[in-house]
Each structure stands twice: as structure tokens, then as C-alpha cells.
């Protein structure tokens, strides 16, 4: 299997809390294929439901439960920086990301005025160190600058951590966040819901390739390799 096949198996065992063995990995070669051994996994009933209103009201019990906040507050378009004030953001989020179990909540972001200098300033030192020993051959100073890079990229991830305290682009808002279950723990709700349908597994499983591959143009049939040109 190439990387973006082995992603989407890790993608599809993550979202519907299912173990994909490499043999049948390697048999399911189309979204409908996909669809079909999940059904078979996790069950599935006739009776259809939405998914987006399920992980709607799984969020709005989780978050009331630790929040405290009136039912109105809670609605699609109200932004999460209202709903959790900064001072308290890390300490309650990350409360929340155990209680309610992993990829359910993403983690928070840096904000940008510490990302975009941290970045510029990391490059910038790596071409300083490479100009300033010419003496080296090109390659051991472009290995030297790529070093650099990750060393200090990595050294500076650690000691920023406690500035993570923004909320990311993608899900600023409720609605975001729903989007955000629907594509990675969609099983953290559905357990509530005991089954899922047909038509939900298959709607999953197609949002999943659309984000892992950026591809939309593919029906239920399409073969991830021959179709699709998955590596």
C-alpha cells in the first residue's frame, strides 16, 4: 500500500473505531468496497438520521456538562472564543480533550504574531549559517541549514507550548467543530446512537477521501488506484 492508502485505513479505523487488517486493506479498492466492510463492523440499521445534528448535540451535552452555560448559548455559529475565555482556555479544553477521548477535539493553535516571526526567524538563521561558511561544500551546508532548521523548529515547538491557546482557523466557530467530529471521531457520538446506516458510513467514508486526498471528482466505484491514482 502506498502512504495516501495508508492513511485513509488509518483515517477509516479512527473514525468508526474499527481495526482494518492489512489483508483487508488491501481487498477494499473502492469507496463502495470500503463502505461495505464498515457495515459489517459496526452494524447498521435501516432507519436514517443526521449525522451533523447528532455530533451537533453530542458537543452541546459534552460542553454544558463542564461549562455551565445556558441552552440558547450553544448554537452553530457562535465562536468558541466566547464560549471559553482565554484566561481558562487551555485548562478547560484540555480537560475536555480527556474526557471525551482522543481526535474529538483538536488540539489549540499558536497564535500567529509567535508563529510567522518564530518561522521567519528559524530560515533566516539557517541561511546565515550557510553564507557564512563558504568554505564548506554546497550539499554539507544545505545538510547543515536543513538541520538546523529542525533542530531549532523543534526546540522552539517545545518551549511554545504553553502559548498554544488559540482556536485554528478551520473550526473557530461550533460549526467548525462539528465538521471537524464528522471527519475524525464521528464513533465518539455514534456510540450514543448505538448503529449506524448505510448511507451515513458511506457519507463518511467519502468525506474522508475528499480531505486525505483533496479529490471530489469519484463515485462509490471509482478504484483508488486505477480511478483515482492513489500511490
Not at 36 to 50: L, M
Request: hydrophobic share 45%; aromatic share 10%; charged share 20%.
Amino acid at each position: 500500500m502506498g502512504l495516501e492508502t495508508v492513511e485513509l485505513v488509518i483515517r477509516f479505523e479512527e473514525a468508526f473505531g474499527i481495526t482494518i487488517s492489512d489483508e483487508v486493506a488491501t481487498s477494499i479498492t473502492t469507496p463502495r468496497a470500503v463502505t461495505d466492510y464498515i457495515v459489517t463492523q459496526v452494524g447498521a440499521a435501516e432507519r436514517s438520521a443526521c449525522l451533523s445534528q447528532q455530533a451537533f448535540y453530542f458537543l452541546r451535552r459534552s460542553f454544558s456538562n463542564r461549562l455551565h452555560f445556558p441552552r440558547g448559548a450553544f448554537h452553530p455559529n457562535v465562536r468558541l472564543q466566547k464560549l471559553f475565555p482565554k484566561e481558562t482556555r487551555k485548562n478547560v479544553w484540555g480537560q475536555l480533550q480527556s474526557e471525551m477521548g482522543p481526535h474529538v477535539l483538536p488540539d489549540l493553535a499558536r497564535p500567529l504574531w509567535l508563529f510567522y516571526p518564530l518561522s521567519v526567524g528559524v530560515v533566516f538563521l539557517a541561511v546565515f549559517m550557510s553564507y557564512s561558511t563558504p568554505h564548506l561544500p554546497f550539499q554539507l551546508r544545505l545538510v547543515m541549514a536543513l538541520a538546523l532548521i529542525v533542530g531549532v523548529g523543534v526546540s522552539v515547538s517545545i518551549v511554545t507550548r504553553p502559548f498554544k491557546t488559540e482556536f485554528r482557523r478551520g473550526f473557530q466557530t461550533v460549526s467548525g467543530l462539528v465538521d471537524h467530529l464528522l471527519l475524525h471521531a464521528p464513533h465518539a457520538f455514534k456510540r450514543e446512537h448505538r448503529v449506524w446506516t448505510r448511507a451515513q458510513i458511506a457519507e463518511t467514508v467519502r468525506a474522508i477521501i475528499v480531505d486525505v486526498t483533496g479529490q471530489t471528482n469519484f463515485t462509490e466505484d471509482s478504484h483508488f488506484v486505477n480511478d483515482m491514482r492513489l500511490d
